[in-house]
């Protein structure tokens, strides 16, 4: 077992494996790239000891992995348990900085991070694919880039997502949190939900 390493560690390492581990089940991804373009210092400690993260997460009902070509670690947890419930708006967002990350990505390919402003995602979302009819409140929109952030799902670049020309990064995590068939199934839901309202709001103006 690979926990033997634990009791060999220095306070200090022992204090930062469970800095780590905590951060990792809080956040789910760990990227190898920081911001300021070096191997972040968690990710460089989780593949240095890589088999005490397996042994003492597999305890706990959870299995770590570790993406080599995007430099991704995350974790699942093994019973479907801890997963993140996320309202419409948020997931509209989510889905939307998956596909504009893959077109983006095409374009591009010497990076894995794709540069995004909020007026380009909200241009996608209201008018190409009339996802939502209008903006959506400011304050649901700060919470929701808020909780992607929170999760190294994106990087804000500039100071406020207030500001439409506010730059954030989609990261690589991206592909693993919405894969691709994921990505079609909600995209059906919610061209179908977007259908059935127009419907409605149709009828309603047709009985006035």
Same mark, same amino acid.
């Given at each position: 077992?690979?926990?033997?390493? $634990? ?7 022992? #204090?930062? $494996?469970?800095? &780590? ?5 809080? !956040? ?6 920081? =911001? ?6 968690? /990710? ?8 005490? +993260? ?10 770590? *992995? ?7 670690? /995350? ?5 479907? /348990?801890?997963?993140?419930?996320? #309202?419409?708006?948020? =997931? ?18 010497? =990076?894995?991070?794709?540069? !995004?402003? !909020?007026?380009?995602? $909200? ?5 190409? +694919?009339?996802? *939502? ?27 406020? /997502?207030?500001? +439409? ?8 995590? &991206?592909?693993?949190? !919405? ?6 199934? &909600? ?14 709001? =149709? ?6």
């Amino acid at each position: 077992m690979n926990l033997q390493r $634990f009791e060999e560690m220095t306070q200090k390492e022992k #204090d930062e $494996f469970s800095r &780590i581990c905590n951060m990792l089940l809080s !956040v789910t991804y760990i990227l190898r790239e920081s =911001t300021d373009r070096r191997i972040s210092r968690e /990710y460089r400690f989780i593949e240095s000891n890589m088999g005490l +993260f397996e042994d003492y997460l597999e305890m706990s009902g959870w299995k770590i *992995y570790k993406d080599s070509q995007y430099g991704i670690i /995350y974790v699942r947890n093994v019973d479907g /348990y801890n997963k993140l419930t996320l #309202d419409k708006l948020p =997931t509209v967002m989510l889905i939307t900085m998956r596909i504009i990350y893959e077109d983006h990505r095409a374009q591009a390919s010497d =990076t894995n991070d794709v540069c !995004v402003t !909020v007026g380009e995602l $909200f241009g996608k979302i209201v008018n190409e +694919f009339s996802l *939502y009819p209008k903006k959506p409140p400011q304050k649901e929109i700060k919470e929701s880039f808020s909780i992607l952030e929170n999760h190294n799902l994106i990087r804000k670049v500039d100071n406020s /997502y207030d500001d +439409f020309e506010c730059r954030f990064i989609v990261l690589p995590s &991206i592909l693993i949190a !919405v894969p691709n068939e994921k990505c079609k199934m &909600i995209c059906d839901i919610l061209k179908t939900e977007r259908s059935d309202l127009s419907n409605e709001e =149709t009828n309603t103006a047709l009985v006035d």
